[in-house]
């Protein structure tokens, strides 16, 4: 019963460093999503896959870029990452139902500090 | 412009008692609302959702009511206990768009139940 496994929990980073953050979901879900979650805001969507070979721009994508590796796997990429990017990002995924039913189910979030 | 608000950062309620949780959204297209729980540490959890062609959703302690004319949608926990201390999340998806049921999120409402 994995769900969505996000890698790494904690990440410590200095300014214009890179790195991925890594989401796979066994649930055999068509759609994945990446989210952050600042103090005080909601989750709020960076990019979004809706199926295998696509992917889409969200709310907040400027600093990122993603990769829909196959079904299972959605990566997101900090090219040079910033101090406002300091956050909690959560990967999820969905099966958009009837009339587009869109319950997401959510990893446990990977916490990012950007020195 | 938040298109999703939940204007009570923080409720406290007395074990046993009932919590009423608000949110009021500005766009009429959306059609479909969902609530997550979310604990420290951990991501959020979908709980209960309602359509708008309803306007009531029942799951065991937890209903959702859903007033259209209001653009404004509640979560009842009756009796509350001290396990539903939480962060809870009010999102909602415009399912006539077609943009796929992307969720958009309120800020939340952190509970506190006491013993």
């Known amino acids: 019963n994995a769900g969505v496994t996000q890698t790494p929990k904690f990440q410590v980073l200095k300014t214009g460093q890179s790195m991925t953050l890594q989401c796979a979901q066994d649930?055999?879900?068509?759609?994945m999503y990446w989210y952050r979650q600042d103090p005080g805001m909601g989750l709020r969507l960076i990019y979004y896959s809706a199926s295998e070979g696509t992917t889409d721009k969200g709310e907040v994508p400027n600093g990122y870029n993603v990769s829909r590796l196959n079904k299972r796997e959605f990566s997101l990429r900090l090219e040079s990452a910033a101090p406002s990017q300091t956050s909690v990002y959560f990967c999820?995924?969905?099966?958009?139902?009837?009339?587009?039913?869109?319950?997401?189910?959510f990893g446990a979030g990977t916490r990012l500090s950007v020195l | 412009d938040q298109q999703v608000k939940q204007n009570s950062p923080s409720l406290s309620v007395q074990e046993g008692r009932i919590s009423i949780l608000n949110c009021d959204y500005t766009?009429?297209?959306?059609?479909?609302f969902l609530w997550y729980k979310k604990y420290p540490a951990e991501g959020p959890t979908f709980l209960i959702s309602?359509?708008?062609?309803?306007d009531k959703n029942e799951d065991g302690r937890f209903t959702v009511f859903l007033n259209k004319s209001a653009k404004h949608l509640s979560l009842h926990i009756v009796p509350s206990q001290p396990g539903d201390s939480a962060v809870y999340f009010c999102a909602a998806s415009g399912v006539r768009r077609g943009s796929q049921g992307n969720l958009i999120f309120g800020k939340g409402t952190k509970l506190s139940v006491k013993p």
């Open positions: 766009n009429s297209m959306f059609d479909y």
């Open positions: 649930m055999n879900h068509n759609s």
């Open positions: 309602i359509s708008s062609i309803k």
């Open positions: 999820a995924s969905s099966v958009p139902g009837q009339y587009l039913k869109n319950i997401q189910y």
